[in-house]
T-cell receptor, first 112, second 114 residues
């Protein structure tokens, strides 16, 4: 079945450093979504990417969808302590009975 | 705006007991789903529904039942709880019937099975 992979599961950065994480799918995706979950909270939608090569920005966060629509990246510029949390990507395949499959997430900690 | 409401927030069960996790949304979303979250495992889909009267299995459906009699409600039933069902459960809904739209999550229900 479809697999969505996020490696590593944990990353620690110094406040002010940039951070990049990747999401890879075993199959071609129709779209990919990114969510953020704060410690003790619930996942909150950040963005959805649909087009091949698409790039979207939200303040210090930059999201990119790969040309082959099988991978995606999230880049955070100058991390802040408010960026702490777990970031999940979720990919949806094309065709009938497609489901949204979540990666295992990457937990980001930021040292002040 | 209430969004997606889950109850209870916390529950402790003994092995073999049954219970229902409630989920209600007030956004008139057609798509609703249940996920479980375990450490290091991400979010795994249990069951989902694309509209009233329609349900389907996700990645980890065993031990769980669902029904969708109204657009607003999507309860998750554990018929005979097992320790392996100890987890945090999230209900999520989306405006899109295909589930391709933004998922709105409830605050979660933390279940412990002894």
């Amino acid at each position: 079945g479809q697999q969505v992979m996020q490696i590593p599961q944990y990353q620690h950065v110094q406040e002010g450093e940039d951070f990049t994480t990747y999401c890879n799918s075993s199959t071609t995706l129709s779209n990919i979504q990114w969510y953020k979950q704060r410690p003790g909270g619930h996942p909150v939608f950040l963005i959805q990417l649909v087009k091949s090569g698409e790039v979207k920005k939200q303040k210090r966060l930059t999201f990119q969808f790969g040309e082959a629509k099988k991978n995606s990246s999230l880049h955070i510029t100058a991390t802040q302590t408010t960026d702490v949390g777990t970031y999940f990507c979720a990919g949806e395949t094309t065709g009938a009975n497609s489901k949204l499959t979540f990666g295992k997430g990457i937990t980001l900690s930021v040292r002040p | 705006n209430a969004g997606v409401t889950q109850t209870p927030k916390f529950q402790v069960l003994k092995t073999g007991q049954s219970m229902t996790l409630q989920c209600a949304q007030d956004m008139n979303h057609e798509y609703m789903s249940w996920y479980r979250q375990d450490p290091g495992m991400g979010l795994r889909l249990i069951h989902y529904s694309v509209g009233a009267g329609i349900t389907d299995q996700g990645e980890v459906p065993n031990g769980y039942n669902v029904s969708r009699s109204t657009t607003e409600d999507f309860p998750l039933r554990l018929l005979s709880a097992a320790p392996s069902q100890t987890s945090v459960y999230f209900c999520a809904s989306s405006y899109s019937e295909e589930g391709a739209g933004e998922l709105f999550f409830g605050e979660g229900s933390r279940l412990t099975v002894l």
